[in-house]
């Protein structure tokens, strides 16, 4: 059904949207037949103004928040490309959040979401919690989270369009395992922890099928100097493993910087992958092994989903999880065979 | 001045924030002699309620567009983060908009943040003509530019903060001059036109003042797969410069790639710089020299500037533009003889 706007009354009152805005508001100024009529058409289109139409009923439109952390800008870019394209074919206006270390966290952005009064939210799942997504829950804002799967989602008002990172790394190691290859070091990421925590729960899975017991998640500082500082450190007394998983880029290229300085050969000693593709990792030597998402993709169907929440269309009642595929991409760190 | 607020007025006339927002609203469920002293207080304190304020007395808090070129999200991220970190800081709310080839232009952009009546706008340097900002200028919107230098700016009520790209590459192409190598190259990125543009001002002079005319000025395709596809071929049958300056980390890494494909030794034979430093010049091998920036204070700077300039800060008046300096990075594909 079609929302009545103030548009619809002035119309059908067949007078000014001023004159619609100054009998909401109350206003002295308007002549007793005129707030009659306009009164009667509100009633007749069943037009209901709330507090914040009163106030904007001029200027309102769609603001949708993007909240995201600060430190994925740059990860995140191509996603953003897709939410904002598909937020300029339906004119939304986007309010950015960003979460950073220190200056603010997720309760902080909540509270500006919900006093900023935007009318629906595009999350980035890097490392809330699910209290926190409860708190939004509870303003009832049509929310779509992008980026990982929401684990154990109670509440059916939220979408959620994703890449099964559990069901990748489950995958992936399996298929090394039939290479008979069982020797993986998975990489944390500190900036994904949501991504790592399903990962790891894959290449788990998988171990555990094989009645093993998997033991490599490997953690330590993760930017780039201190990763190339210990894995060079590292490599003097010890052999990395025949797999090693990385998650963002600069993890995978301080590895081969690393091997390359220790003598490691890669690919034929060790091989590494990177999940999170990106451009540098065709450009370094050797070019890196990683997965490719349909980023920009994945952006644009979250803010067309969030457009059909809105609305409440019929269609997204239903369903509101959306599963983004991926593809393998082979390059010079992994061997074929 | 202190900017007088509905709270003051309700401080003053002891009534609740409600109350006065239905007096400036014509309510009729006010008392007569409660809307009096609300009245009184209002002149008194010399409060002066508008339009938006009206509607948004209760909610309405400051409002910044950052407007920026999509395809540089991951290439500003530092930027972004210094301006949102200051903009948290103030309570702003922050509207994002993008400008991308075909989907949206300057003019578009311009439209969407005069209706949605922001405050303040903040605009990346890139891609904008003199009459796009005019047209900003137009709707009084105080506005601060961050990269690159305005030239010819004619309005005072627009902010710069900058880095002065032409005497950078006038200072650096000089030095190398000293050390007896005039055969240099500059490659035209297209995502930073205006920064281009300053950047060829700058070796201009320098050749000019010694009698010399600079002829390469390097224009293909400049994505890192058709950069590195032209060059291997370009290297078939001829030598690069003795020095090549390019803009992105893409463009110099795609330089160094074709020139080890070639066999020809950086920095021996030819040395690259990449004006933009980025974490990824570092990785690479060998790694690549290139100029720092503070990224993260220009942002936080030009975002405490707009801060100024809203509230008429006198300091301001005087002087709004802010050069931030560089300082050179000598890494692998330079020589410092």
Do not use: W
Request: proline content about 2%; glycine content about 4%.
């Amino acid at each position: 059904m079609k929302r009545i706007t103030i548009y619809d009354v002035a119309k059908e009152a067949d007078v000014s949207l001023a004159t619609v805005s100054r009998v909401i508001n109350d206003s002295n100024v308007v002549r007793e037949d005129t707030r009659i009529r306009v009164q009667e058409a509100i009633e007749k289109l069943g037009y209901k103004p709330n507090a914040i139409a009163q106030g904007l009923a001029l200027s309102k439109t769609t603001t949708i928040s993007i909240v995201m952390s600060e430190k994925l800008f740059s990860y995140n870019s191509k996603i953003l490309n897709g939410l904002m394209d598909v937020a300029k074919i339906y004119n939304y206006n986007i309010m950015l959040h960003t979460t950073s270390k220190g200056i603010s966290k997720m309760q902080d952005v909540i509270e500006s979401i919900v006093k900023s009064r935007v009318d629906g939210v595009i999350l980035f799942n890097d490392n809330f919690s699910e209290e926190e997504l409860e708190v939004l829950h509870l303003y009832q804002i049509p929310m779509v989270v992008v980026g990982s799967k929401i684990e154990d989602k109670k509440d059916g008002n939220v979408g959620n369009v994703y890449i099964d990172f559990e069901k990748l790394a489950y995958e992936f190691v399996n298929s090394y395992f039939e290479k008979g290859i069982t020797d993986i070091s998975l990489v944390e990421d500190k900036l994904n922890l949501s991504m790592m925590h399903q990962l790891r729960q894959g290449v788990e899975k998988a171990y555990q099928e094989k009645g093993m017991k998997f033991e490599k998640y490997i953690t330590y500082d993760d930017t780039y100097r201190s990763s190339y500082d210990f894995l060079t450190e590292y490599f003097e007394t010890t052999k990395p493993s025949e797999l090693v998983i990385t998650f963002r880029d600069s993890q995978a290229i301080a590895f081969i910087n690393a091997c390359h300085e220790a003598g490691i050969k890669v690919p034929e000693e060790t091989q590494v992958v990177a999940i999170l593709d990106d451009k540098y990792l065709r450009m370094v030597r050797p070019t890196i092994s990683s997965f490719n998402f349909p980023d920009y993709d994945m952006g644009a169907i979250a803010m067309r989903l969030l457009t059909k929440m809105l609305v409440n269309d019929e269609a997204v009642k239903e369903n509101k999880d959306i599963e983004i595929g991926y593809t393998y991409i082979q390059r010079q760190t992994t061997r074929l065979d």
